[in-house]
């Protein structure tokens, strides 16, 4: 099947710093990508809607110049979180869709933890 | 607005059993999508089965079934012969009319099948 892969799974950085991850579809074309985040035992909020050539659409509440996505091309997107602080901790999981038919797949997530 | 529900904070079932996870949903769109995802401890996302809401039957993957009751709005998820390795948490999620629409996650149902 479809896979999408995501990197870094795990990335521990200090506070002020920024950290980019990447989501890569490998054997399809995604026009759009999504990225959530994720808390423990809850579930996934949607952060921004990535659309391949064009600025990314941002859910309410969420700073676009915090969490700045490029989606440069139909096969990756990138979520870069910018001036990291201890809040921004959080299990990041980005997904694409086959633009073939209705599934949407999900990389594997990365953990981020900022000291 | 759109809006999911799962009622079910945590099931625990007997293996070789089924189950049904519950459901249930909100939308002013005549065309949408619904969706269940399995997510492991390991994190990463699992899409399991799709229903299309002017799909005529219901949608089947292998052990997976979704009961669509339409005018319900519910979107119930059963999985025959539950196996232990179908302990996981389990999303219902839903998308609006428009395939690159985004797709809305339900607060999650954790599923713990005993031996």
């Known amino acids: 099947g479809a896979v999408v892969s995501q990197h870094p799974s795990r990335v521990i950085c200090k506070s002020g710093t920024s950290v980019k991850i990447e989501c890569r579809s490998l054997?399809?074309?995604?026009?759009?990508m999504f990225w959530y985040r994720q808390f423990p035992k809850k579930s996934l909020m949607l952060m921004a809607t990535s659309n391949e050539g064009s600025k990314a659409t941002y859910e309410q509440g969420v700073e676009k110049d915090k969490f700045l996505i490029n989606h440069a091309s139909l096969t990756l997107s990138t979520l870069t979180v910018t001036s990291a602080h201890p809040e921004d901790s959080s299990f990041y999981i980005c997904?694409?869709?086959?633009?073939?038919?209705?599934?949407?797949?999900f990389g594997s997530g990365t953990q981020l933890s900022v000291l | 607005a759109q809006k999911i529900t799962q009622t079910q904070p945590g099931m625990f079932v007997q293996e070789k059993e089924a189950v049904t996870l519950d459901c249930t949903y909100d939308t002013s769109d005549p065309s949408y999508g619904l969706f269940w995802y399995k997510q492991p401890s390991s994190g990463e996302m699992i899409f399991l089965i799709y229903?299309?809401?002017?799909?005529?039957q219901n949608a089947t993957e292998g052990r997976y079934s979704l009961n669509f009751q339409k005018a319900r709005k519910s979107a119930n998820l059963v999985i025959s012969a539950s196996q232990l390795g179908d302990s996981a948490m389990y999303f219902c999620?839903?998308?609006?009319?428009?395939?690159?629409?985004?797709?809305?996650f339900g607060k999650g149902t954790r599923l713990h099948i005993l031996p």
């Open positions: 229903q299309g809401s002017y799909d005529q």
């Open positions: 999620a839903m998308r609006g009319r428009n395939r690159d629409d985004k797709i809305i």
């Open positions: 997904s694409a869709r086959d633009g073939r038919n209705e599934k949407l797949f």
């Open positions: 054997d399809f074309q995604a026009t759009t």
